[in-house]
């Protein structure tokens, strides 16, 4: 086996943990089969609340900062990237909702 093919198939195992603790946390019956390969926007059909995505960007860090041997600010750089490729829509987000203003 290639250097490279090790890179990616370890690459794809901490992208499954990642995926399968996201669905995990926001208690979605989902793993990282059930969305692989998928060309839609299932990560917009499924919600998880803030202080979820929060737990779940902090216990990415610690996972990337221990698999892949990256520091703090490289591991949080991964984890945003993440959240943003695929991270759950947050259902109580603050800048999703409309303001209403009174007369």
Do not use: P
């Not at 490279?4 to 990642?18: A, C, T, V």
């Not at 259902?91 to 203003?101: F, L, R």
């Amino acid at each position: 086996m290639t250097r490279i093919k090790q890179r990616e198939d370890k690459d794809r195992l901490i992208l499954k943990e990642l995926i399968d603790k996201m669905f995990e946390l926001a208690g979605h019956d989902l793993k990282f089969e059930d969305v692989e390969g998928r060309k839609d926007n299932w990560f917009q059909q499924h919600t998880m609340t803030e202080a979820q995505n929060e737990e779940w960007r902090d216990w990415g860090i610690k996972l990337i900062m221990k698999k892949r041997r990256y520091n703090k600010y490289l591991a949080d750089r991964e984890m945003r990237m993440l959240d943003l490729y695929c991270g759950l829509k947050i259902s109580d987000s603050k800048y999703g909702k409309e303001e209403t203003t009174e007369a």
